[in-house]
């Protein structure tokens, strides 16, 4: 078998290596090039594309006023089984979590629903957070929404955390994720 | 774009369907080059299904152990398929061990057994960029560049396309070349150096890496990392090759 002469791959990898460190250093990220908190965008990263929408009852509330709290926006439809299947499990992490600065807001996506099934099914499953209604599709076009459920964690900067498309959500996955941003509050 | 592909009332998540697809390619395509890394296929499957098990479970288990009191309020969460309830790190830990174990228990022998594996690495590697593509995440820096693609808010590199090119030549370099090499391992080697490499070049147009101080990204020095690993490896392997091949000839 032939094998390559050993002075010519040490100069091949050492090549490598150095490039490799002067292209590490060269292409470290500037201070001033990190925007993506600044920018309003559906994605892990990125500021959390404000909405004002009227709740079931009437009353008005804004995304960003909301700044400081840890805030689920859960898009759905009560036509939509697993968006039906994880209310439930959000009325209960909602419950545990409410006086610790958790607010889960439910934007039903209204101009794919009747605000008559919502109210049903709201009462049904007796939900205490606040349910939204999408009646222009602000949020579902803000949010790009393509399928439901689509869910996301927003920190207390108003910065997305993380997003969660399709459902349902266990529990589990959802205290989680509360209990993980509450540590960075704490 | 393209993360769920709405057909009927289903909707099916494409990312996670484009890295099924990619095992099940890449299983296919590791089978029929088995032979020639003396594996059986058995083996082969026995070694790929022993690493997704304890991978799976190890990463549950991780993830339970960071969040008991969520799991102690909703026990049946433990056996959820929600794939959010995940450690991805341990789950690479224990898959790892896991193959380790079963690879010692079978007298599978270690280098055949990583160079049997590369098919299937290289091509989840084109199924990872592939569902960085259809999601949206991996995202690149902000660039006006003819080729720049609108994301996110803003015209960005295409570093997902990126990806999926340097996956896809990488892919091709390995296997037109795979008869060439002269010692076990040295296919996985350099699977894993050519990929260290684009990370390390690829990382520099990405907009959502995690850096450190001054700025550095913390990607690219893992890739080179593993490349000075690979690279001591390959060195030390080719010196003890040449010293037998002497002593034989």
Same mark, same amino acid.
């Given at each position: 078998m032939k094998f390559p002469q050993p002075l010519y791959t040490r100069l091949f990898y050492s090549f490598i290596l150095v490039v490799g460190l002067i292209w590490i250093w060269y292409s470290a990220v500037p201070a001033n090039m990190v925007t993506n908190g600044e920018i309003p965008a559906p994605q892990t990263g990125f500021l959390a594309p404000d909405f004002t929408l009227k709740t079931l009852d009437g009353q008005t509330i804004q995304l @960003?006023?909301?700044?400081g709290k840890i805030v689920l926006v859960n898009l759905w439809a009560s036509w939509c089984p697993p968006c039906k299947a994880e209310m439930p499990a959000i009325e209960h992490v909602y419950q545990t979590y409410k006086n610790k600065g958790f607010v889960a807001l439910g934007v039903d996506s209204t101009i794919q629903d009747t605000p008559v099934n919502v109210t049903s099914f709201v009462k049904d499953t007796n939900l205490s957070f606040p349910i939204l209604l999408d009646e222009n599709g602000l949020a579902t076009r803000l949010y790009n929404i393509q399928s439901l459920p689509t869910s996301f964690f927003v920190g207390p900067d108003g910065i997305i955390r993380d997003v969660v498309i399709g459902?349902?959500? @266990?529990e589990a996955y959802l205290q989680s994720q509360v209990e993980k941003m509450l540590k960075e509050v704490h | 774009m393209l993360p769920t592909l709405q057909i009927g009332p289903l909707a099916f998540p494409v990312p996670q369907l484009s890295l099924l697809a990619a095992l099940w390619l890449g299983l296919s395509l590791a089978e029929k080059l088995s032979s020639r890394n003396n594996i059986s296929v058995e083996t082969l499957y026995g070694l790929v299904f022993t690493g997704l098990l304890t991978g799976v479970a190890g990463a549950r288990l991780a993830y339970v152990l960071q969040f008991p009191a969520a799991f102690i309020q909703s026990p049946a969460s433990l056996v959820s398929l929600n794939a959010g309830l995940l450690n991805p790190f341990s789950g690479f830990v224990f898959g790892t061990l896991g193959m380790l174990i079963f690879g010692q228990r079978a007298r599978v022998p270690f280098w055949n057994a990583l160079d049997a594996l590369t098919p299937l690495l290289a091509i989840m590697a084109v199924g990872l960029a592939l569902a960085h593509a259809a999601s949206g995440e991996a995202f690149g820096a902000a660039a006006n560049l003819p080729w720049s693609v609108t994301l996110w808010g803003a015209r960005r590199h295409p570093s997902q396309i990126y990806e999926l090119m340097a996956a896809v030549l990488i892919l091709g370099v390995l296997f037109t070349q795979?008869?060439?090499?002269?010692?076990?391992?040295t296919l996985f080697l350099a699977f894993t150096g050519l990929s260290a490499t684009a990370r390390l070049f690829l990382e520099a147009f990405r907009g959502d890496s995690a850096t450190i101080i001054g700025g550095l990204r913390v990607a690219q020095i893992w890739a080179w990392v593993v490349l000075i690993l690979v690279c001591l490896l390959m060195e030390y392997r080719n010196h003890r090759a040449i010293q037998k091949d002497g002593k034989n000839g």
């Open positions: @960003s006023a909301l700044k459902g349902p959500m @266990s | 795979i008869k060439s090499y002269p010692l076990p391992g």
